[in-house]
């Protein structure tokens, strides 16, 4: 066997060089650079028999049509459920829920499953199934974190769906590298797949995030499975929220939300209702805009406090669920476009009950939001609002105007300010045009003529 020498990859990008250094040469990550050992034929991929050319016409497609995951939100991210073969790869931070989205996948699955436990005991795996109501009969559990037990008890058990919690901990003692370590984890990763290929078995695998959001030892595994999803959510609310990033057999623009309870994850087939439900009417700082996530709109609050600040230091701003930068740039153009000056006042902005909104669409929203808390006058309590805000003071027509206007008449709302070269509206809804931020204060009371 040849020599094992150290060498250092980076976790981001996996390029190894012989040398530590504080940055990574070909992808510049600071800090990302582990030491491990490599022989040269550490990063062997399991070998594949020759593929046969065929016909197009000849190829059966019917293999990869989606089976339903019988999780209606689940779903509607995947575009109608599980590829046979295909492999995904579920991302979200600790505590999120990904263990328990999983349990219930498989509990609800028709045919045997198997869950293979790397992080926790069988006996952890068993009371969490009881809360969950998944113990079945043909839900299968490995307490295990070899790579080759695991592939063993797949082909004993012959599970029709398996789900490896966590990729990260996972290991295959064939390779000379430690456990999480890049080489490990996209070693295993690599060896699932080509099973899953194989044996046409669709195999879900939990990967953490980092901090800053990234899957660990990440752009590796993004290119080596077919789906990427991001389980979100704030560990402080109940509400979860699911994406797909990398999507081979459909869109990723779909969303799914999930509402943790005491008894699993329940999905919540009407978000607008659940986001607006604590929403207190006729208080100042608040707007309300129908967003679009994928097909499905949304109804979101977005709401804003402003306070002057203590003279000599620079006003705080604070975006959630918002974006920073565009929060700065609209407060220069309501500074520059429509005379409201909060240039010395602390702005603390957000999106209510942990979404994300970071379509421009959500820009006059945000406007409105600002300037109600700084005048401290409400907005009418029936109005949505949407439109993007140009750095003219000028507003812009976003996608899917009806689809966003029927999704505020369902929840009662009457009046919508909207972009003037937005598309006709729907029943319901009075339409009030603008063409400028100005006109848009004006029509909501806080601007005089
Ligand atoms: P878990 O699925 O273990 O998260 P992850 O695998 O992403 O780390 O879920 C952890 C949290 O979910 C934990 O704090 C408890 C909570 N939870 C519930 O609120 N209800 C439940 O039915 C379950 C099983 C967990
Ligand atoms: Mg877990």
């Known amino acids: 066997m040849a020599k094992a020498r150290v060498v250092y990859r980076c976790t981001e990008c996996s390029t190894a060089t012989p040398k530590w250094a504080g940055r990574c040469g070909a992808c510049e990550a600071w800090n990302s650079l582990a030491e491990e050992l490599s022989t040269p034929n550490a990063m062997a991929l399991p070998s594949f028999a020759p593929a046969v050319a065929v016909r197009v016409g000849e190829v059966d497609a019917a293999s990869t049509r989606p089976q339903t995951t019988a999780i209606a939100e689940l779903d509607r991210v995947l575009g109608g459920g599980l590829v046979p073969g295909s492999v995904t790869l579920l991302g979200g931070e600790p505590g999120i829920g990904k263990s328990t989205l999983l349990l219930q996948l498989l509990a609800m699955w028709p045919q045997r499953t198997l869950y293979v436990s790397a992080e926790e005991s069988a006996q952890q795996v068993r009371l969490r199934a009881e809360r969950l109501s998944a113990v079945q009969p043909e839900l299968w559990l490995l307490p295990e974190t070899s790579l080759p037990h695991i592939l063993t008890a797949i082909e004993q058990v012959k599970p029709q769906l398996v789900v490896i919690d966590s990729v990260q901990a996972i290991a295959d003692p064939a390779l000379p590298s430690a456990p999480g370590s890049v080489v490990q984890v996209r070693g295993c990763a690599h060896r699932l797949v080509s ?230 509206g729907v029943d319901g809804i009075a339409l009030t045009r603008v063409c400028t931020l100005n006109e848009a204060l004006l029509a909501v009371g806080l601007a005089k003529a």
């Open 195 to 424: 099973e899953a290929k194989r044996l046409g078995l669709p195999v879900v695998m939990v990967g953490h995030v980092t901090k800053d959001g990234g899957l660990a030892g990440p752009r590796l595994l993004e290119h080596v499975v077919d789906t990427v999803l991001s389980f979100e959510g704030d560990r402080h609310h109940s509400l979860r929220l699911l994406r797909a990033t990398k999507h081979r057999f459909g869109s990723t623009s779909e969303l799914g939300v999930f509402e943790m309870t005491g008894t699993g994850l329940a999905g919540v087939p009407d978000a607008s209702r659940l986001f607006l439900t604590d929403r207190r009417t006729g208080a100042a700082g608040s707007a309300i805009t129908p967003t679009l996530e994928g097909q499905r709109p949304l109804l979101v609050e977005v709401q804003a406090l402003t306070n002057k600040a203590s003279s000599g230091l620079p006003p705080r701003r604070s975006a959630q669920g918002l974006d920073g930068g565009r929060l700065a740039l609209l407060l220069a153009v309501l500074e520059r476009r429509a005379a409201v000056a909060l240039g010395t006042h602390e702005v603390f902005a957000s999106a209510v009950g942990g979404v994300r909104l970071t379509e421009p669409g959500a820009d006059l929203a945000l406007c409105l939001a600002m300037v109600s808390a700084f005048f401290d006058r409400p907005l009418p309590a029936d109005v949505v609002v949407f439109g993007e805000v140009g750095l003219a003071g000028e507003l812009r027509q976003v996608a899917h105007a009806p689809r966003r206007l029927a999704e505020a008449a369902r929840m009662g709302f009457t009046r919508a300010i909207v972009p003037a070269n937005s598309a006709n």
